[in-house]
């Protein structure tokens, strides 16, 4: 990593690490709202997440992303706001922002309806900083003035976002997009920074009850970025309810460019979730099918603290 950042330098290039752009946001299946602004409040639920993600298992000092995300609903659900800490560290280099979030959901179908119908829109402002650590990067003192320049390791930059959703009777289809602010001022455009390239996402999925108990969640994700390849992400959500409202998942995810550090590749991986009000324990593990065995995986965690009241679980009256 750190040969790459020299010569990258050498040729007065801006350094971007590919695979350190917004890695939190491959954590949608535990915050579908680190896609999506729209999302925030969404459906009358609030929490509070940790995620916690370990890239390329088995290297040293290799690539982790730490995330703190919350979000809320108000004024009888139709609004919403969102909060996101996140930093993505990669040896020397890191990648660190704070963004705030808007919602505005409406709702179509009656109120109390399992299943509502509605559209929300979402819009997002976030402040983003790349650095790069010279003392970890360079063992000896550099006399070049390019080495010398802290923008080239330091560089803060502002952005916002919107998104859109639509639901009904359990499915979904919601686009995003990230990075709006280099088509209105040029200055904050450069075609090597992928960090704050425009970022498109656009998810779908269906929830399909097959018993009482049962739910399949099939869903689907697609990630496209301006200078970078395409990512998708394929779901099969198998969750088990129980009379309580507590639910457990398994999730089989397949992704065709992980955007690993040394190189993007296919991977396959599971997903597991447990909840009981008001908690939320995740895991996932993901392993990559090609580009070599470089490494036993990443591996993710994630902790959720439900911020409303738990949902009336109302009984079917007997006949």
Do not use: C, W
């Not at 010398?148 to 919107?162: A, L, Q």
């Not at 499915?171 to 602010?181: P, Q």
């Not at 001022?185 to 929830?207: C, I, K, M, R």
């Not at 997903?271 to 593990?285: D, E, T």
């Amino acid at each position: 990593m750190r040969v790459i950042i020299f010569f990258s330098f050498l040729l007065g290039l801006n350094f971007a690490v590919s695979g350190q752009n917004f890695l939190f946001q491959n954590q949608n299946f535990f915050k579908p709202y680190l896609t999506n602004p729209a999302l925030a409040g969404s459906q009358g639920h609030g929490s509070a997440t940790v995620i916690y993600k370990k890239q390329l298992a088995g290297f040293k000092n290799s690539p982790n992303s730490q995330v703190i995300s919350a979000d809320y609903p108000f004024s009888k659900s139709k609004i919403g706001v969102g909060f996101n800490l996140f930093k993505d560290q990669n040896g020397a280099s890191s990648y660190a922002g704070v963004e705030s979030t808007f919602a505005y959901h409406i709702i179509t179908t009656k109120k109390g309806d399992k299943k509502p119908s509605g559209f929300s829109f979402g819009l997002s402002a976030n402040v983003n900083q790349f650095r790069v650590n010279k003392i970890r990067l360079l063992a000896d003192q550099v006399d070049d003035d390019i080495f010398n320049d802290e923008s080239k390791f330091n560089h803060v930059s502002p952005n916002f976002n919107v998104g859109f959703n639509f639901f009904s009777h359990g499915y979904f289809i919601g686009v995003s997009a990230y990075n709006f602010l280099p088509f209105f001022n040029p200055v904050f455009t450069d075609e090597n920074d992928l960090q704050n390239a425009l970022t498109v996402f656009v998810s779908t999925g269906l929830e399909l009850p097959i018993k009482d108990k049962l739910v399949i969640r099939p869903s689907l994700v697609v990630r496209t970025q301006e200078n970078a390849d395409y990512q998708l992400d394929v779901l099969g959500e198998i969750r088990f309810l129980t009379a309580q409202g507590s639910f457990f998942s398994l999730a089989p995810v397949y992704r065709n460019f992980s955007y690993r550090t040394i190189n993007g590749s296919q991977s396959v991986g599971l997903n597991a979730l447990v909840s009981k009000h008001p908690f939320g324990i995740g895991y996932q593990f993901d392993f990559p099918l090609t580009g070599g065995n470089f490494s036993a995986g990443d591996h993710v965690f994630s902790f959720t603290y439900q911020l409303t009241a738990k949902p009336k679980i109302t009984s079917k009256k007997k006949k």
